[in-house]
């Protein structure tokens, strides 16, 4: 079956990358009904992945509107009909279910799912929403008809930790699109970016000891830059852009990731990351750029100072493939999603 798709997504947050999402879905799953919601601000002020206040605000009113929908079109059963909000975690979404069994509807209910309380290191958890937040997903998990993750990593984590039926969570990799005009050629520096938010979960703290490491072997030259800052401040998506492109080298020191945008952005600018061997860097990126420890990574961050600049070294042709198969990934996502939500 073809079903309509009535689209619910996030708030567009200059610091994340759901203002793209919102040009994605549009694109490419062509909805037949995008319900917005009311933005509180327009950056995070409190919380982590998104404003803890301004996310409640804009879920709450966007789902105001879509009861509404609902309401006006009860007549109809909407069978054809499935309801896709870019993040499961979308607090009042309970009332579609609370419809569908009152009403006897037979709409579907389809998310993407990025993390929750079952990784100890999600900010969430951190925060000390782990003692009802189980509960309240295992209820998000009955809810829900489609669960879409990026990684098997994610989808492994959530099945062994939460009451979920396996066969709802579907690994269909999570939207992400070259766009030529942001990535043209420029000189490249000798700049190495630490791209995350300064949060516990990735660990910030270490970009220092890799600082403190080129002074100890004297490698000089060479500029550490931080796209958030201390007082919370953080680079315009433009400025962003171009801090990718300027620089030849991201590190991620993250215990916490079930995709990670920033170092498939920085591939793209054509840069060259450095990973632990761990979460869902392990299906994404070759061995070679992977890092079990301190010492591990220190030796690999020098192999790949070495091998920067040839385009025939074995490290610039393991940049070129992880940069393809994330793009591969990346385009087949919303098709994936298509395809499980007509049930094909």
């Not at 004297?218 to 953080?234: C, V, Y």
């Not at 990718?244 to 170092?263: P, T, Y």
Request: glycine share 6%.
């Amino acid at each position: 079956m073809e079903r309509r798709i009535v689209n619910l997504p996030l708030e567009s947050l200059e610091q994340r990358y759901t203002g793209e999402w919102r040009q994605y879905f549009e694109q490419h799953m062509k909805p037949f009904l995008t319900i917005d919601g009311v933005p509180l601000t327009s950056k995070i002020e409190d919380g982590a992945f998104l404003d803890i206040c301004g996310t409640n605000y804009f879920k709450a009113t966007q789902m105001a509107d879509t009861v509404k929908f609902i309401y006006t079109n009860k007549k109809d059963r909407m069978d054809d009909v499935v309801f896709f909000t870019h993040d499961v975690w979308h607090c009042g979404i309970e009332a579609l279910a609370y419809i569908r069994d009152g009403m006897k509807k037979r709409y579907k209910i389809a998310g993407c799912l990025h993390a929750g309380t079952y990784d100890k290191f999600d900010p969430i958890t951190m925060m000390g929403m782990g003692y009802w937040g189980k509960d309240y997903e295992n209820s998000l998990f009955r809810i829900f008809d489609y669960i879409f993750v990026a990684t098997e990593w994610h989808k492994r984590q959530l099945i062994h930790s939460r009451d979920v039926e396996p066969n709802k969570v579907h690994v269909t990799g999570f939207p992400i699109y070259f766009d030529k005009t942001k990535h043209e050629k420029v000189n490249k520096e000798n700049i190495i970016v630490l791209p995350n938010r300064l949060s516990k979960d990735k660990n910030p703290q270490m970009f220092e000891v890799v600082k403190e490491y080129f002074h100890w072997r004297q490698i000089k030259g060479w500029q550490f830059i931080r796209t958030f800052s201390d007082d919370g401040s953080f680079l315009s998506k433009e400025e962003y852009w171009k801090l990718l492109h300027r620089a030849k080298l991201m590190i991620s020191f993250a215990d916490h990731e079930n995709w990670g945008i920033s170092i498939q952005e920085m591939l793209f600018a054509g840069g060259y990351v450095i990973v632990p061997n761990k979460l869902s860097y392990v299906e994404l990126y070759n061995p070679f750029v992977r890092y079990n420890n301190a010492t591990d990574l220190f030796q690999i961050v020098e192999k790949v100072i070495m091998s920067m600049g040839g385009t025939e070294t074995l490290i610039t042709k393991l940049r070129e493939k992880d940069k393809e198969y994330a793009l591969k990934r990346g385009r087949e996502a919303i098709p994936n999603m298509l395809r499980i939500m007509n049930d094909e």
